[in-house]
Each structure stands twice: as C-alpha cells, then as structure tokens.
C-alpha cells in the first residue's frame, strides 16, 4: 500500500533553517506529482509547495515563495522541503502527498519559536 514517511522536523529559533524529506513507497514514485501541506496550530491543512514527477515544474504557496524550496530525488523515491529564514507562522505539522492517492504520512512537527 502506498506509504509517506517525513522527517527532518524539530524547534527552532526565526531566522534559522529546517531540511524536510518524505520517502514515498508502494506507488510508482518516479511519475507523480509530489506536494508538501502543513497544517498549522487549530487551523486548515494547506499546501505549501508542488513539483511534477520530473521536478522541473515547481509551485508554491505566496507565503513561502523565496523561503523554501522544493526538489526530489526519484532514485531515492524521496522529497524534500528546504525551509530557510523560518517565522513562528510557519510552525505546523508537515506533510507530504501525491494527489494520486488518499494516502498521507504521519507528518513531522516544525516548530518556530524564540
């Protein structure tokens, strides 16, 4: 069955940076489109960022645009988030999902705090 494993996340102090990755399994990682969501604290879950199966096309949310950066790995079948100059708004759980499936991870924890 299709399996989302992230991890990377942690607390850390505004201005610092946080490198995510998702290991995806049970799907034919290397042709789908792959996207991080987080959702913050009583809110909405939300996406953050998307890249195509052959990453060279990348979406992300206003929020983030100049922060993060979204890449892939489909030899690792991995994603990964680069979370740079990180605000106490980006604190959330994160996630990462292929739209192909139902299927999401347990998430990792960032928290953003001074």
């Known amino acids: 069955q299709v399996q989302l494993v992230e991890s990377g996340g942690g607390l850390v102090q505004p201005g610092e940076s946080l490198s995510l990755s998702c290991v995806g399994s049970?799907?034919?990682?290397?042709?789908?489109?792959m996207s991080w969501y987080r959702q913050p604290p009583g809110k909405e879950r939300e996406m953050v960022a998307g890249?195509?199966?052959?990453?060279?096309?990348?979406t992300y949310a206003d929020a983030v645009k100049g922060r993060f950066t979204i890449s892939r790995d489909n030899a690792r079948k991995t994603v990964y988030l680069q979370m740079n100059n990180l605000k106490p708004e980006d604190t959330a759980v994160y996630y990462c999902?292929?739209?192909?499936?139902?299927?999401w991870g347990q998430g990792t924890q960032v928290t953003v705090s001074s």
């Open positions: 049970g799907f034919i990682f290397s042709t789908r489109v």
């Open positions: 999902k292929t739209p192909y499936y139902d299927s």
């Open positions: 890249i195509s199966s052959s990453g060279e096309t990348i």
